[in-house]
């Protein structure tokens, strides 16, 4: 975990290595949330339930209290920062 300069919140850093045909269940965040892909790519829901791909380079995120869930059909490894994230001061 960090802590963010700006806010003084702690934002959790998690590399996750999902497997082919991994699926993380829907359910609701706790704090934004924002998954993004390196290696791979993962079918994403929100709110809406609409489908959308993400790969390598590109990342989602989802508000607090906002139903998700991922899948990825051929695995993948993302990066999952959880936390309040504000852009630095200018």
Known sequence: MI???RSAKLVNLMCLCPE???RIG??????PLMFVITRGEATVTGADTAPRTITTGQAVTWTTGEA???RTPA???LLRV???LRPPHP
Do not use: K, L, N, Q
């Open 68 to 70: 998700y869930d991922v």
């Open 3 to 5: 802590v963010c300069a």
């Open 26 to 31: 829907r359910h609701d965040t706790t704090d």
């Open 82 to 84: 959880e936390g309040e």
């Open 20 to 22: 082919a045909g991994a």
């Open 75 to 77: 695995g993948c490894t």
